[in-house]
T-cell receptor
Framework: EAQVTQNPRYLITVTGKKLTVTCSQNMNHEYMSWYRQDPGLGLRQIYYSMNVEVTDKGDVPEGYKVSRKEKRNFPLILESPSPNQTSLYFC????????????FGSGTRLTVV | TQLLEQSPQFLSIQEGENLTVYCNSSSVFSSLQWYRQEPGEGPVLLVTVVTGGEVKKLKRLTFQFGDARKDSSLHITAAQPGDTGLYLCAEGGGGADGLTFGKGTHLIIQP
């Protein structure tokens, strides 16, 4: 089944403790993105990647890092999480061709206390 | 960053009624996508519209793209409880730089 897999689905952590949210897709997609979703603010893009070793900032990149060492994986790294990064996070991917539509993962709900 | 305004923000109607939700921008869309998101899940693509004046149908859902490509609408005929969800419009997707989303319309269809 074609899918984007995120782990973990739920995570509670403490301020300052480094964490990584993994994202993997099995569709051989070149393009991948990370979003956060907050009440009243909607979905906002954090980082995106055009292909292996090519990443760029989205609209809200502060406090986040990403890497793209393999085509299928696009982890989101929070070096020193803070409570304002409590949010619902989504990873998404798509092919450069086709109907422009992204396939989204099921989300990671992160709470930073 | 292009701003997308969706209306209404919330809509609750009875099963069997028709409804329309809107997505507007002050700038021209390169392309526009509609997604539906259910609680606890990621958005799922419903349709992409690219050409001004385009109309696409997906069962009871009809999507229109304005002639000037600055607005779009989603019309649902004979709404069913299974249509309940958050409907999102998003601009972009032509390149690798992802999507800009509207804040969505929360739709509840009551049996």
């Amino acid at each position: 089944e074609a899918q984007v897999t995120q782990n973990p689905r739920y995570l509670i952590t403490v301020t300052g403790k480094k964490l990584t949210v993994t994202c993997s897709q099995n569709m051989n997609h070149e393009y991948m993105s990370w979003y956060r979703q907050d009440p009243g603010l909607g979905l906002r893009q954090i980082y995106y990647s055009m292909n292996v070793e090519v990443t760029d900032k989205g609209d809200v990149p502060e406090g986040y890092k990403v890497s793209r060492k393999e085509k299928r994986n696009f982890p989101l790294i929070l070096e020193s999480p803070s409570p304002n990064q409590t949010s619902l996070y989504f990873c998404a991917s798509r092919s450069p061709t086709g109907n422009y539509g992204y396939t989204f993962g099921s989300g990671t709900r992160l709470t930073v206390v | 960053t292009q701003l997308l305004e969706q209306s209404p923000q919330f809509l609750s109607i009875q099963e069997g009624e028709n409804l329309t939700v809107y997505c507007n921008s002050s700038s021209v869309f390169s392309s526009l996508q509609w997604y539906r998101q259910e609680p606890g899940e990621g958005p799922v693509l419903l349709v992409t519209v690219v050409t001004g004046g385009e109309v696409k149908k997906l069962k009871r859902l009809t999507f229109q793209f304005g002639d000037a490509r600055k607005d779009s609408s989603l019309h649902i005929t004979a709404a069913q409880p299974g249509d309940t969800g958050l409907y999102l419009c998003a601009e972009g997707g032509g390149g690798a730089d992802g999507l800009t989303f509207g804040k969505g319309t929360h739709l509840i269809i009551q049996p």
